[in-house]
């Protein structure tokens, strides 16, 4: 992913819409895009985890963002997807979804049209923000991902895909 303000890179981002905002993550975090679908809801866990999902025999915990952000569950229609974003925690590799909205485009963004993350007036933390894509006249905001999912929670996360593994609930 480029850093904020390095010219010299070009970057490929996922855009999506969230709650009405335009949003992006680094493609190389993304393993792939899948229609939304049926979710297998797990008992007590925060509002922001949907459940899990089996992705070809695997169980991926599937989250929301708009409501990992502070705001409502994001409601589902023909465009909502399950975004397959996979991150790592040292050695191990976790996939996790989250559905958005809907998915727009890749984008190529230089370095140079990423400014630094604002230190007030995002809808979300900041420090979930990476920086602030230039794109055609508008600002999108770059999500650290990693950040937005920490490792304490996917390792949280991690846990309610085994859980679910062993009770045969995905």
């Known amino acids: 992913m480029a850093a904020a303000g390095n010219a010299a890179e ?10 009405g905002e335009m949003y992006a993550v680094g493609i190389l975090n993304v393993k792939e895009i899948i229609e939304y679908g049926q979710l297998t809801e797990i008992p007590m866990m925060p509002a922001f985890i949907r459940g899990v999902i089996n992705l070809r025999g695997a169980v991926v915990p599937v989250i929301d ?29 976790h996939d996790i979804g989250v559905v958005v909205d809907a998915v727009s485009e890749v984008l190529e963004v230089s370095g140079a049209d990423i400014e630094p993350a604002p230190a007030f007036g995002a809808k979300i933390r ?16 770059i999500l650290d991902i990693q950040k937005v999912l920490s490792v304490e929670e996917i390792a949280s996360l991690a846990t309610v895909a085994d859980r679910s593994a062993e009770a045969g609930t995905a």
């Not at 990992?68 to 229609?77: A, D, P, V």
């Not at 900041?126 to 905001?141: L, P, S, Y």
């Open 10 to 19: 070009i970057a490929q981002y996922l855009t999506f819409l969230l709650s």
């Open 126 to 141: 900041a420090d979930f923000i990476e920086g602030m894509g230039k794109i055609g006249g508008k600002f999108v905001i």
């Open 65 to 93: 963002l708009a409501a990992r952000f502070g705001g409502h569950q994001t409601e589902s229609s023909r465009r909502t997807c399950i975004v397959i974003i996979e991150l790592s925690n040292g050695d191990e590799h």
